[in-house]
């Protein structure tokens, strides 16, 4: 081995002491719990979008999530816990990187560990950006998503190119929504909790929590990326809005109310099937 790999490897060996690092993990699982409690705030929005407040004046999304914490008694306090958690759990996944990269060396296994590397880089950002969201509204900054969402796909449309850009993006996003249905379905999300530490009684449980809760987030999803394909093929942004716009989409079609009560509650089993990973995590998606 030349000196040029072994230092790569070596740096690695280190970056990866601080990623497996019993503290780090514990943090992590803060991370876990906030992002739990933050799917179920979502949901709880969904439902009051559904039966009690008119449609647009509360955003269900991450953003409202947040605005609920920061609004309650000690709000600050607990975002700054929440954005560091978030932190410490993005962190933590980036380690799977960092497992796997040596994959990426080997013909045999550089498909495989390639895919790896790429979902974990991506668990990771969305970690860290909601980490970076949660400490926007911890300093009294705020941050509206669905209008910064708006704003950019309207800025990406006016450039050459743009509206396919955005019908990428949107296409990106629904499929990121049928990742989610189809890990629901399969039920593969259970490799990511330590089931040789969860009661027996506990497993059934657990797997339905989190396939209604992935269903739910993979139509949410779904429909987001509909809505931006819609968006740039008529060039009218006010159905861009992200996951609020989703929500509210769902809302809005016929027997509407009781498809997002369902989706509402989707949200919330996917928040209570966090909680559960929280309690027992299992980082390594090879098994």
Known sequence: ???????????????????????????????????????????????????????????????????????????????????????????????????????LLHPSRRLRAAVVCTKCAAKAVVYAVLGVTALFFAVGAGYQADERFQAMTDDALEIPGGSALVVAVGLGVAAVGLYFLVRGATGKFMRDVDLDSVPDEWAVRIRRLGAFGYVAKGIAFTVSGGLLVFAAATRDVSTATGLDGAMNAIGGVPTGRWLLTAVAVGFAAFGLYALVRARYPDRDPAT
């Open 1 to 103: 081995m030349n000196v040029v790999p072994q230092r790569v490897h070596d740096a690695v060996a280190r970056a990866r002491e601080v990623t497996d690092h019993p503290v780090l993990e514990h943090l992590a699982r803060v991370g876990l719990i906030a992002y739990g409690v933050l799917h179920v705030l979502i949901g709880w929005l969904a439902f009051r979008i559904a039966w009690f407040v008119q449609p647009s004046t509360e955003d269900a999304d991450q953003t409202g999530a947040l605005q609920a914490i920061s609004g309650s008694p000690g709000g600050r306090v607990l975002l700054w816990v929440i954005g560091l958690g978030l932190f410490a759990l993005s962190l933590w996944q980036a380690g799977e990187v960092l497992r796997w990269w040596t994959g």
